[in-house]
Structure formats: C-alpha cells, structure tokens
C-alpha cells in the first residue's frame, strides 16, 4: 500500500479533541481506499481546494436513493477514491443501539467498504464513507438481509429523525420514538423512490427544547406540547431555592409570558397566560411538570438558504394528538404533500411553495382553517384577495348583524 | 390494458423526452395516464415494475431526482445484460 | 459463498430491541434527571430507578476500529447498551452506580473525552467538507476538530452562562442547520463562477439553471448555446454550480469562511433564531485556521464575560443590542452586515434609539 507524505493534516492529530485524521488512518491500516482518502485529503489541504466530482448517478436496483454517487477528479491519482460512494443506512430511532448491532454493521463495512463512517450524518442516518460501484448490490443484500435498509436522497421523503423522547427523557410530550419508526414504516415508498419534486424531511421533538432542531432543520416539524397546568412541587421549589437558585432573576424574570410570581416562598403560575417555552420546566425539572393532554404542534417549511434564503418552520396545526396508529397525523402528511405535489416546480421545498402561494391556497389544501397561532402579527399591508365566496359571508354576516341587532367582528 | 403494452407506452413516453426534459415520476404519471386515459395508480404500477428489472431507473443529477432510460453500462453493472 | 436474499422496504430494525433493560421498565416515565458534570448525567425513573449517561465526543467521521472501541466499552460496562446523539456524541449508558467509575476510568484511559452536558460547549455540527463534498469550499472537520482543540475547557469543565452550540458549513448550502447556531462558521465563495460553454448544452438543463440563481443574476447566452451571469448581481451562492458542472467558482485564494452568531433552534425564553452575520469573510487557512479560531474563542469568551445566566448569545445580544455587541467584541461593522438579500425590511433600525 501507498504511503503518502502528509504534514499538513498530520497537524490535525495533535491537540486535545478526538481526531478526525486519526480515524481516517486507522481505517486506511488495512485498506486502499481508505488509505486513498488520506493522500487524497492531503492534497486539499495543500491546494485549498476539494476534488469530489457532482455526485453520479448510482444506486441499488429498485430505489432512487440511499446511495450517494461521489467520484474524485483525482482518480488516476488516487485510484482508491476514484469511486468513493456514500451508503445511507436508516438509523434505528433515538440512534439506540446494541454492541452486536454495530459490530456486524462495522464488519460488513471492513468487508465492502473503506472502513470510514459519520455516525451519524446531519439528516440521521448512519453514512457508510466511501465505497465502489460494484459492491453496492452486494452491500444491499449483506445489510437488508439483516434487518438494515437504506435510507433516503434525492427528491425523495428523507429518513425521517427524533429526539431520545420516553426513551430517557421526562419532558416529552408524546412517543417520539414509536412515532418516528411508525411514520418511516408508513412511508417506505416514499423515501426509496423519489417521487416529489424536491427533498422533504421530518423531525420529531418531544417538547420545545427541540433536540433535533426540527423547527430548523425539517419541512415538517412535530414539537411535543401539552394543554393542560403545569404542576407545582412547593417542597422542591424550596430546595432549588435552599440549593442556591435565585428563583425570581431564573424562572420568574426570565419567563417569557411574566406568568409566575413566587414570594420566597410558593411558586404560582397563571398556566392560561403560559405559551409552555419550557425554560421553567428545564431549569427547574424536580418542581415542574407538564400535564393535562398531551400532543403536538406541526410546523411547517424550515430550510437551509438554498435557494432564496434560510426559512424556521412556522404553525400550521397548533395541536393534534399523537397516539398510534397515528391516522390523523399521516392523512395530514399525505394532505400536504399531494398539496405540494400540485404547486411544486422542481428544486422547490414546500416553505418556499407556500411563500409563492400563499398559506391561503396550502390551508385550504389541507383543510385547515385560519387561526392567530400560526402568525407571530397579521399582515401590515392592505393588499389582499377577496374571493366571492369571502364577500358573500361579509355580507352574509352582516344581514345576520341586522336582525339580531347585535355587532359579531 | 395489458401491463405490457402499457410499458411500452410508459418508454415511449420516456424515450420521447429523452434529452430534451428530466422526467419526475410524476411527469409521466401524468403525461401517460392523460394520454391513455388510466388512473395513475394503474401507470405507477406499471412504472414501477419496469424500474425493478431495470428497464427505467431513478437518476439523480442538478440536485434533483428524475426517471430515466438506464444507460448499458449501468445495465452491465447490474448484470441486466452482459 | 452465495450472496444473502436482498429485502427492500423493511425500514429500520425496531428501536425496542436496542434500548437497554431500565429503559424499557422506565420507558415514558422517567421523572427528572441531574446534571452531574459536563461528562455525567442521572435520569431517575417513577420507580426509583437510576439511569447514569456518561457522554463522550466523537470527531463525526469515525473508522470502524473506533466503532468497534465504543462497542467493546459498552459491552464492558453498559451490557452491551449505547446511543450516539443528534451532535455526534456517544453516550454510554449505565444502569448500575457501581460501574460509573470504572467506566470513567476506562474512557480516560483509553483517551475518550468526556463532557459537553448543560451549561457547556459540546460537539459540533458540520458537514464533510474536502472530506467527502463535491461543493465545500473550506473543510469542515479541519475547522471543527482546530476550534474544539482551543476550546476543550468549555467541553469538559469550564460553564458557561447558558449551553452554547457551534456549528460548521464548509458551503451556503449548509446541510445541517447551521443556520441556527450560537456561532456558525460558514465557507463562501467571493468570485463570480466561470462557464465551460462548450460542456453547458450537454450537461444541463437551461430553466433549470437560469431558476437555481436566487438573484436572477443568469440569462441564456444564445450565442454560446450556453448562459451568462451578471456580474453585479451574482452573490456567488455556487447554486448554479450544484444544478450544472460546467460552471466553476473555487478559488483557493479567494475561498474563505464568514461567521454568524446568536441563532437558536429551542423556544426557551424567546423563539428560534437564525444565526446573523458579524465577520464576513476570513481566509482559509489549513491545516488550523488560527485567524477564524480565535475569533470563534473570542467571541465565546465576550459571551462568558458579559451574558446573564441561562441567556443563550442571541438573547444576550438581544439584550444589549447588536451595536453593544460589535463595540464589546470590536468587530468591524461591515457592509455585508447589512442585509441586501431577502431581509432587508425586516433588519434595519426603525427608530432613533440605540446605543452609542
């Protein structure tokens, strides 16, 4: 094998925090391509700019995705990495996993691949680094056959993702885990076989802190919220009290609604005034606890910049309720999509489609009706549509108005 | 319609935009059930069945995914033909 | 040997046969948890039950001999037992008190870091960079792996007012959400992009291209069966450059990494926010990046210094106000400070009442 000469990311293994080029040596111990990727990285680093060619068109038989075509300009000089595909497997939920599990999934990789991984990449899946094109079949079997299936690119409903929920975690608000299994089951079809007109993803979160980044990182957003009162332990409010924490600069100040007081003593929260942010609760988690109806809010069209700027998610449903099978929910998705299917030019996300369109048409598409949760403020220009049916029910009201003597706005 | 001559419709179909426009798989759910005057789930089917053995295939390519007619070095690689 | 029956559309295995004895007894009633250090938190169940985390970084890109290592660690200590999280951590999970220490022990022996819980910087998210993308203009882990050396402190010891998250794009495109971090570094492009004409009509799709420019800074270029770009329009986004390869904008030298602060993604307090621009170009510097380093570490220490506890940098900054911030960090105000993109409306100052 190769041995390549490589001072400048040889500076990336000193220093403290654990070394990516460390990894990528120990994998290149025993193989080519791995090794490869070494002399290949070497050489970015040396000329300030990267080799990988626009991915190409490979993949397993049936499925549009999973697979990531990735070549290198630098193939005769790098003849390791002249393919150097990327596999996606879908991540178990909660990215729990058992010692055996990863063991086998490590050798079948060692066997067929460079030996190199992201555990995991930023969508969720497990990424398998660096693999040629006539092994992808080959990897498909060994993995599939035991229970691992690819998961998604392209056009397609990307491998859906949540946070750790019921699994360790005392604020979440519904199974986040069972729900993102469910929902990645439901849509097998869609995430193998890239129908849409651009990618969509969903990320769960079992509650506000949001540990997935849903309401940044996903078209579809469900956020884990509650309807009823907070409940209130005073013994445990005084131990945080007694532990040091100055309750009233925290908690009480810091409350976005200015809906506690305490008087150095009990803790009051006026929960109709609570918008449940969940800072209380994190900050205080022995004494507060969320209860009453549990569910969550879906928000919708957050992306990255690409094309017209960054978009978070915003409300469309402020709350519906996530028990299995989940029927509601998934009618929902299937709503939005064939919505978006309609309106979607290609390379469109559905954010932008609904600022092109606007949220009348995509309400109205999915049979949801106007509320004041989903805006932050109504408009501030007066240049709006009125449709004939909007005029008739003005007036409509207004006869009614009339009879009954009485102003209904 | 018989499956097989509703694929060979569907190639038509792709064989006709071939160079010219990357086709969505909605695009020819769309163009061959208009055409043929079929429901879409009937032409998706089919669709699908052609994708399988690799007589289309899913591409990607302009950050997009579309269908295609496979290439013969793809098919050799899939052992499709020798 | 033969090859195994391929399945398709199986999904993922169920996530049940992965979660460890306590949790499946705790599951969904768990009742609160205690941070115990950076490295170390405990979940206690209704029952009583205790569950210990004991977290440890992870450079992302990890070689299965790596793998292999958190395996037999787990298998040694956590039944076999762990989880990675969303920023790339490990997380062993112990369900007996008596092998936390030893585990401890193990990790520090074997050179695993432990850290990054609660009021703490831990890891980052990034994407592949030179690594592994064919449109990074910087490398990712490089920076990643050159910031985090610097500030391990913040990982594993030293609190911080709030938790402050770091995230790295190596493009615009920022797989991964950088958009909403406390401090995001993304690579960018300086230079209008070059066209290979004569590959333009093979390759790629006209309405495709002319519809990837956000600033419709494209129009077809008849002549040359190709396109052109507008040079005072074009923001070097490289968006047409990911729709069509013959259109070409590295450039070594004039690549390089702007930084963005004050973005969050929970509703703590007050809602998510995007990260904002506050220094908008630095070279690319390999293998370290001393320059882009030491602005990150100085803008966290300005943070450490100045911000109330539990507020994250964008609700300190908010607080303060963006002029304070410049003036406490001496950051130079700059043009592209000022958005002339799609915000524009909504970022400038609509009242005479600001800071000097």
Not at chain 1, 61 to 66: A, D, I, P, S, V
Not at chain 2, 52 to 70: C, F, K, Q
């Amino acid at each position: 094998m190769k041995k390549y000469d490589t001072p400048l990311i040889d500076e990336l293994e000193k220093g403290p925090w654990p070394s990516f080029v460390t990894e990528m040596k120990k994998a290149a111990k025993n193989n080519e391509m791995a090794n490869d990727a070494v002399g290949h990285l070497e050489k970015c680093y040396r000329t300030k700019v990267g080799y990988w060619k626009h991915g190409g068109i490979v993949g397993v038989l049936g499925y549009g995705g999973g697979v990531i075509g990735r070549y290198s300009e630098l193939g005769d000089e790098f003849p390791g990495v002249a393919h150097f595909h990327t596999v996606r497997l879908n991540q178990p939920s909660g990215f729990f996993y058992t010692s055996a599990a990863l063991k086998e999934i490590c050798d079948i990789w060692d066997k067929y691949g460079s030996g190199l991984t992201n555990v995991h990449g930023s969508t969720g899946d497990l990424v398998l680094l660096g693999t040629k094109t006539d092994a992808l079949e080959t990897i498909f079997a060994e993995y599939s056959s035991r229970g691992w299936d690819l998961g998604s690119s392209g056009s397609a409903l990307r491998t859906p993702s949540c946070c750790v929920g019921p699994g360790r975690c005392e604020w979440t608000n519904y199974d986040t885990l069972d729900l993102n299994y469910a929902l990645t089951q439901e849509f097998q079809d869609e995430i193998h076989r890239p129908m849409f007109s651009y990618k969509f993803k969903i990320k769960m979160s079992g509650c506000a802190c949001d540990c997935v980044a849903s309401i940044a990182r996903a078209d579809m957003s469900i956020i884990g919220t509650w309807k009823g009162h907070i409940e209130v332990n005073q013994d445990e409010v005084k131990n945080y009290a007694k532990n040091g924490m100055d309750i009233n600069a925290e908690i009480v100040n810091m409350c976005p609604t200015q809906c506690i007081s305490y008087d150095g003593k009990d803790l009051k929260i006026n929960n109709a005034e609570c918008s449940r942010c969940m800072h209380c609760i994190s900050k205080m988690t022995k004494a507060l606890k969320a209860t009453g109806e549990r569910g969550a809010t879906i928000c919708i069209g957050s992306k990255a910049p690409i094309v017209v700027g960054s978009l978070l998610s915003w409300v469309i449903v402020p709350f519906i309720k996530v028990e299995p099978p989940y029927t509601e929910l998934k009618d929902l998705i299937r709503k939005i999509w064939e919505w978006w299917d309609d309106n979607a030019k290609p390379r469109e996300r559905i954010g932008e489609v609904i600022e092109m369109k606007g949220m009348r048409s995509f309400l109205e598409g999915i049979g949801q009706a106007p509320i004041p949760q989903q805006i932050k403020e109504p408009r501030k220009d007066p240049f709006m549509f009125y449709t004939e049916e909007d005029m008739a029910a003005f007036k409509a009201k207004e006869a009614e108005e009339k009879k009954t003597g009485k102003y209904k706005f | 319609m018989e499956m097989a001559e509703l694929q060979d419709k569907i190639f038509a179909f792709c064989e006709a935009a071939k160079g010219k426009k990357k086709l969505k798989e909605k695009d020819i759910l769309i163009g061959v059930s208009t055409e043929l005057s079929l429901e879409k789930d009937e032409v998706k089917k089919a669709l699908r069945e052609m994708i399988n053995v690799g007589r289309l295939m899913y591409s990607y390519g302009g950050g997009a995914s579309s269908v295609e007619i496979p290439s013969e070095e793809y098919l050799r690689e899939k052992g499709m033909i020798k | 040997m033969a090859l195994p029956q391929r399945k398709t559309d199986i999904g993922p295995p169920h996530y049940k046969q992965f979660l460890p004895p306590i949790i499946q007894k705790n599951y969904g009633k768990w009742k609160y948890h205690e941070v115990l250090s950076h490295g170390v938190m405990v979940h206690v169940g209704d029952s009583g039950d205790k569950l210990w985390t004991v977290r440890v970084a992870s450079p992302r890109l990890l070689s299965t001999t790596t793998i292999r290592e958190h395996c037999d660690v787990a298998e040694k200590f956590c039944g076999g037992f762990f989880r990675y999280t969303t920023r790339n951590n490990v997380e062993f999970l112990v369900s007996d008190e008596k092998q936390l220490e030893p585990l401890k022990k193990d990790l520090t022996a074997r050179g695993f870091k432990m850290g990054g819980i609660g009021a703490a910087i831990t890891n980052v998210v990034h994407t592949q960079g030179w690594v592994h993308c064919h449109s990074a203009c910087t490398d990712a882990s490089g920076l990643v792996k050159s910031m985090m050396d610097e500030l391990m402190d913040y990982f594993e010891s030293k609190t911080l007012p709030n938790k402050l998250r770091l995230a790295v794009a190596c493009c615009v495109n920022m797989c991964g959400a950088v958009h909403c971090s406390d401090i995001a570094v993304v690579a960018v492009h300086t230079k209008v992009p070059t066209i290979a004409h004569e590959n333009f009509k093979n390759m790629c799709e006209l309405p495709t291209v002319i519809g990837s420019c956000p600033t419709r800074a494209i129009s077809p270029d008849p002549a040359n069966k190709s396109i052109k770009i507008n040079a005072d329009k074009c923001m070097y986004c490289g968006n047409c450059f990911t729709v069509c390869p013959p259109i070409s904008i590295k450039d070594p030298e004039r690549d390089g990494v702007a930084i963005l602060v004050g973005g969050k993604i929970n509703s703590l307090r007050s809602n998510p926010k995007f990260s904002k621009l506050v220094i908008p170009f630095i070279s690319n510097e390999p293998p370290r990046w001393p320059k882009a380093v030491a602005a990150i570490k100085h803008i966290v220490e300005v943070y450490a210094a100045n911000a109330r506890k539990h507020e994250r940098v964008g609700e300190w900054i908010e607080r303060i106000g963006w002029e304070r911030f410049f003036s406490l960090t001496g950051i130079d105000f700059t043009f592209q400070c000022i958005d002339d993109f799609t915000f524009m409306r909504d970022t400038m100052r609509t009242s005479s009442t600001f800071k000097w």
